[in-house]
């Protein structure tokens, strides 16, 4: 079955930290997308980005840095020198693949980043 | 470019009345949008999935008479939750699959709105 586990339910920084937020995912797909989604306090989902299983390279935006490693099925998020800006829910989602196209969600990692 | 709207933002109902709620795609023709639910502190469900111009399929556990949902066009799709009790209460999401992604999409990306708040007193 498919799954996506966000082990973290809450982390609490200090401002100019930096932050990673684990996401393990279980697939017997071999194509497959993995998403990164922030939910801040409005409640509308903004898009973070998109990695499909193909591609392992690590990528960098701004503060924001991904890690996807097939080999530990894992996709981490880590965000440099945090600000409270960052301060928000964030979700790790899979993609089901062709046919369905649904997405499953991990249950959030809720980051609040102190002043 | 794609862009899901909803409408409305928020809605306040009795007990026992119908809401219903509106997800558009506004620059791309979606046949597949999706509803998903969420309750406070806790991740999205998804409800259903909303096929244009064929039957909803709903997850299991989730009850058809109670969450009516319509996709009679390539932009819109309707949820209505019928007969709403206060246990209805919830943010409802929903997403749009657009099946003719331009070069830089992919065939499996969602566009999310930004979401209903209900309330039912």
């Known amino acids: 079955a498919q799954k996506v586990t966000q082990a973290q339910t809450e982390i609490s920084v200090v401002e100019k930290e930096d932050v990673t937020l684990d996401c393990v995912y279980e697939t017997r797909d071999t194509t497959y997308y993995l998403f990164w989604y922030k939910q801040p306090p409005s409640g509308e989902l903004v898009f973070l980005i998109r990695r499909n299983s193909f591609d392992e390279q690590n990528e960098i935006s701004g503060r924001y840095s991904w890690n996807f490693q097939k080999s530990t099925s894992s996709f981490n998020f880590t965000i440099t020198a945090s600000q409270v800006v960052d301060s928000a829910v964030y979700f790790c989602a899979l993609s089901e693949g062709a046919g369905t196209y649904k997405y499953i969600f991990g249950t959030g990692t809720r980051l609040k980043v102190l002043a | 470019g794609a862009v899901v709207s909803q409408h409305p933002s928020w809605v306040i109902c009795k007990s026992g009345t119908s809401v219903k709620i509106e997800c558009r795609s506004l620059?791309?023709?979606?046949?597949?949008m999706f509803w998903y639910r969420q309750f406070p502190k806790q991740s999205l469900m998804l409800m259903a999935t909303?096929?244009?111009?064929?039957?909803?399929?709903?997850e299991q556990g989730v009850e058809k008479d109670k969450f009516l949902i319509n996709h009679a066009s390539l932009t819109l799709s309707t949820l209505t939750v019928t007969s709403a009790h206060p246990e209805d209460s919830s943010f409802y999401i929903c997403?749009?699959?657009?099946?003719?992604?331009?070069?830089?999409?992919?065939?499996?990306?969602?566009?999310f709105g930004p979401g209903t708040r209900l309330t039912v007193l």
């Open positions: 620059d791309f023709q979606a046949t597949t």
């Open positions: 997403s749009a699959r657009d099946p003719n992604p331009p070069p830089d999409r992919v065939w499996d990306e969602q566009f």
């Open positions: 909303s096929n244009e111009g064929s039957k909803a399929t709903y």
